[in-house]
């Protein structure tokens, strides 16, 4: 992405670790989470981190609705990351259950990539969601864009490099 803006939408975004790291990156972030608090506290570890005059979105809002208007305004974004939520509600109350709602939660994230993607990174701390259901739900999503899928379980690195398995959750990442 070297010598272009690169716009990216952090989903299901909580306290925005993954929207720093994008904006320390020199992306355009849009950080969406449903919960006014998550967002005020994101924004707030923006600011500690010195990354307040950074270009970050910030928006409360429920996921699909979100979706479905920057689909309509014809945004586009060059990556998109998603943490969904095994359950959750919007701030009217809209219900969001992942086993329903991730296959159209990723089918309007792809409308949403611009014609030079870069990546989708999908995480999920459901169980029965292990790296290859993941890998395999991601992979429809993105079918026929090319590039390639890999997937795993999120583990913690040691400082002495060991890798220390966490129950925590399963990642699948596309890249162009």
């Not at 989470?33 to 307040?52: C, F, H, I, T």
């Not at 945004?75 to 939520?85: C, E, F, N, T």
């Not at 089918?107 to 993607?117: G, N, V």
């Amino acid at each position: 992405a070297r010598g272009r803006a690169v716009r990216v939408l952090n989903l299901f975004a909580y306290s925005g670790g993954s929207t720093l790291a994008a904006a320390l990156g020199g992306a355009e972030v849009c950080h969406l989470d449903a919960s006014k608090g998550m967002v005020q506290w994101a924004r707030d570890n923006a600011r500690l981190n010195g990354l307040e005059a950074h270009p970050i979105r910030w928006i409360t809002d429920d996921a699909h609705k979100f979706l479905c208007r920057e689909v309509r305004r014809e945004r586009r974004y060059d990556a998109v990351i998603l943490d969904p939520p095994t359950f959750g509600r919007g701030q009217s109350n809209e219900l969001y259950k992942i086993e329903k709602d991730l296959p159209e939660t990723l089918r309007l994230c792809r409308e949403l990539l611009s014609d030079a993607p870069l990546f989708m990174l999908l995480s999920a701390h459901t169980p029965g969601y292990t790296p290859v259901v993941l890998g395999n739900v991601l992979g429809q999503a993105v079918e026929g864009l090319g590039g390639g899928i890999e997937s795993g379980e999120m583990v913690l690195s040691s400082a002495e490099g060991r890798v220390l398995p966490t129950p925590s959750g399963a990642y699948a990442r596309w890249r162009a």
